[in-house]
């Protein structure tokens, strides 16, 4: 039986389902609410001294060893980044990650603020945080932004050549947890290193092309 008998039998094809767009205020709360979300799960890994992947490990390194609070830190190690975002992803995209940037550093000290200084027990805050901070990444990744920096490679890299934005990431990341042994002791680089894996395993699971369509 030829193809065309077989395509035929089968009858049309069912296009592919496509999501209907969020609304404004949808896009709104979700930014709102993934950065949220993102900065009290970094806020759990700097309460166990540790860092994670991305420019958020990369900002909470510095922080430990520059007289630096982590919120401008993490303003500014993003700024660089924003260029490549608005050639490569337009200005939609460039303006929501600034935004999610921002609203990161804002909420940051907020938490300092209502709970205080914490000291976790490092295994616990070292999967919590990057649970979090994967949680939150995930809703501001599906609201069309990102934190910028790494995230902005990762999306590109998934968009242009079909990797996953979570593995892609994962290997960038395992730099700056080697790099974190300037600040810690071999057990908070191994526990930076599992909650690393952690972060990147919810995005490469949850963040793929195609994936949680509506029907």
């Known amino acids: ?3 065309t008998v077989q395509a035929a039998e089968r009858g049309p094809e069912t296009p592919a389902p496509t999501a209907p767009p969020h609304s404004r205020t949808e896009d709104a709360l ?3 609410s993934g950065t949220f979300v993102v900065s009290l799960g970094l806020y759990l890994l700097q309460g166990s001294q540790l860092v994670t992947g991305g420019t958020a490990g990369l900002s909470l390194l510095l922080s430990y060893g520059l007289p630096v609070p982590f919120w401008l830190v993490f303003l500014l190690v993003n700024l660089p980044f924003m260029a490549l975002a608005a050639r490569q ?3 939609d995209f460039t303006l929501r990650t600034l935004v999610s940037i921002a609203l990161v550093s804002a909420f940051s000290p907020l938490h300092a603020q209502l709970f ?3 000291h976790l027990e490092p295994l616990y805050g070292a ?3 990057n649970l979090l901070a994967g949680i939150g990444l995930l809703i501001v990744f599906r609201h069309g932004s990102s934190l910028g920096g790494f995230n902005v490679i990762a999306l590109i890299a998934q968009e242009r050549f079909g990797w996953r934005a979570g593995l892609v990431q994962m290997g960038m990341d395992v730099v700056v947890v080697l790099c974190s042994m300037a600040v810690t002791t071999a057990t908070g680089v191994l526990l930076s290193a599992l909650g690393a ?3 990147n395993g919810v995005l490469a699971l949850n963040h793929r092309p195609g994936r949680y369509l509506a029907a």
């Open 127 to 129: 999967i919590a945080g």
């Open 116 to 118: 205080g200084e914490l």
């Open 1 to 3: 039986m030829t193809a």
């Open 30 to 32: 979700g930014l709102l």
């Open 89 to 91: 992803k337009g200005w």
């Open 197 to 199: 894996v952690v972060l």
